[in-house]
């Protein structure tokens, strides 16, 4: 069955802390994986997209890793800020579904001053 | 239009009530997908639009859902004699094609249910 599981499912940091956020998949055929970040009422906006040959992509301060091996992603935060409060979605597309994706539950980010 | 625009942004129906929910993808995105995200849970998947293609209704949760996509534009989610479970915050994406880049997502409808 395709799954996507993210950890923590919470997390609380302080301003300018780092941090990493977890992501573990099981789909096959495997196409491509994202994050997104959602705010409280709007839709998902996306942050990093990485196909199967690419092991890392930055956005801003933000940086994905894949390890296709392993089926495991993370997302790195650097130098957070109070707008990154928010909940960071990782999903996985599966060669063969037709641009269905996979979505994880989430893991709801609260950046404290 | 410049992004996924989804109307109305809420919606308060009553048990037993049909509603429909409104998407208007980017212009010239030929794949459309609605999904439905409840309370405490994660996306999942509704229906797949592409171009003139049969579409995906593989997510559809029950008879009472259906959608159409008029003019490979528009889309419209009915929901007929809604339930209280139908309550959920539904979301409209589009993308260029079906090759999964470029996924573009609105902000949203939340449905309640009474």
């Known amino acids: 069955k395709n799954q996507v599981e993210q950890s923590p499912q919470s997390l609380i940091i302080l301003e300018g802390k780092n941090c990493t956020l977890q992501c573990n998949y099981t789909v096959s055929p495997f196409s491509n994986l994202r994050w997104y970040k959602q705010d409280t009422g709007r839709g998902p906006v996306s942050l990093t997209i990485?196909?199967?040959?690419?092991n890392t992509k930055s956005n801003g301060r933000y940086t994905a890793t894949l390890d296709a091996d392993t089926k495991q992603s993370s997302l790195h935060i650097t130098a957070s800020q109070l707008s990154d409060s928010a909940s960071y979605i990782c999903v996985v597309s599966a060669g063969n579904q037709g641009g269905k994706l996979i979505f994880g539950q989430g893991t709801e980010l609260s950046v404290k001053p | 239009g410049a992004g996924v625009s989804q109307s109305p942004s809420n919606k308060v129906t009553e048990k037993g009530k049909d509603v429909e929910l409104r998407c208007d993808p980017i212009?010239?995105?030929?794949?459309l997908y609605w999904y439905r995200q409840s309370l405490g849970q994660g996306l999942e998947f509704l229906i797949y639009?592409?171009?003139?293609?049969?579409?995906?209704k593989s997510g559809l949760p029950s008879d009472r859902f259906s959608a159409e996509r008029t003019g490979g534009s528009v889309s419209t989610l009915t929901i007929q004699r809604t339930q209280q479970e139908d309550s959920a915050v539904y979301l409209c994406?589009?993308?260029?094609?079906?090759?999964?880049?470029?996924?573009?997502f609105g902000s949203g409808t939340r449905l309640t249910v009474v």
């Open positions: 990485m196909t199967f040959s690419e």
């Open positions: 212009s010239g995105h030929t794949a």
């Open positions: 639009f592409q171009g003139n293609s049969a579409p995906d």
């Open positions: 994406a589009s993308s260029l094609s079906a090759s999964n880049y470029g996924y573009t």
